[in-house]
């Protein structure tokens, strides 16, 4: 076995010395996951009041010193500089989602129980990294959000304040996507880009949907390609696929269901119904 072993050993050593993607993401500059998953727990604390006021300013300086470990100075102080606009858009998505579901008990119970806090906060900070040029530290927070909650937001999308994901298991957020303010999704929604035949030369090309001010849309929604644009104040509703613009206040529905009853017995037809969607919700 030890020969097999060695033959093996030069073999993985000779594509070492290759130009594959393992080998020229081994020649990249890399990132420290633990320092990042450290920063942005300190910067976290940090933006929900979790850190004692008398040591914000200690706090503050560690969080400056692990973030310059891994961006350099320059760009952990303008890291720093954007801490309290980042806050404001954080305190905002959480008064959108006490004010949009009704389960909701305490600002509290938003902050430590629904996951698109924890999924959006992140996405905030991780947006800033994204604008400095440090992709990788950002997806490095973005997809550890990913992993704990189920929504994966990409950090170079631009998502205004007072947004609410609701439930939000399986809602993906395209790179080049664009969501206006006061918008609301719900689970399983895809605002994503269609299949990319052109490859790499679609690099920095808007491929995702923008969503404007005050839009709805509901569960498991697809919405595709960077020339669709959601209108103002639009309803999207659940199990849409949607690959075309659409006016402001539009209300974009898939055709109701049939309901066919049938007695177990006789295979009797017991009557037909189409569901009819509730109109104290507004779809």
Not at 228 to 252: Q, Y
Request: proline share 4%; aromatic share 4%.
């Amino acid at each position: 076995m030890s020969d097999t072993i060695e033959r093996i050993a030069k073999h993985l050593e000779a594509q070492r010395e290759t130009d594959d993607p393992i080998s020229q993401a081994r020649r990249e500059r890399g990132v420290d996951e633990t320092k990042v998953v450290e920063a942005l727990r300190r910067l976290s604390q940090i933006l929900f009041d979790q850190t004692p006021s008398a040591q914000l300013t200690a706090e503050i300086h560690v969080a400056h010193g692990l973030v310059a470990s891994l961006v350099g100075l320059d760009k952990a102080s303008q890291l720093i500089e954007q801490l309290p606009d980042i806050r404001h858009c954080i305190s905002m998505d959480l008064e959108a989602a006490f004010q949009r579901d009704p389960a909701a008990k305490s600002y509290s119970e938003i902050i430590a129980a629904y996951p698109s806090t924890r999924a959006v906060a992140t996405f905030r900070i991780a947006h800033a990294f994204y604008g400095m040029g440090e992709a990788v530290v950002a997806r490095v927070m973005s997809e550890r959000a990913h992993s704990m909650t189920g929504i994966d937001i990409h950090p170079g999308a631009k998502i205004g304040c007072h947004f609410f994901v609701d439930h939000g298991t399986g809602v993906v957020i395209g790179e080049t996507c664009e969501i206006g303010d006061r918008v609301k999704l719900y689970h399983g929604v895809t605002l994503g880009a269609f299949s990319n035949r052109g490859g790499r030369d679609d690099v920095g090309m808007k491929r995702h949907p923008t969503i404007e001010d005050d839009v709805t849309i509901y569960p498991n929604a697809t919405i595709l390609g960077g020339q669709t644009v959601v209108g103002a104040g639009s309803v999207i509703g659940g199990n849409a696929w949607l690959t075309h613009s659409v006016p402001a206040d539009s209300r974009v529905v898939i055709e109701p269901p049939k309901l066919q009853l049938r007695s177990a017995d006789e295979g009797q037809d017991l009557g037909r119904d189409e569901a009819k969607l509730d109109g104290e919700y507004d779809i």
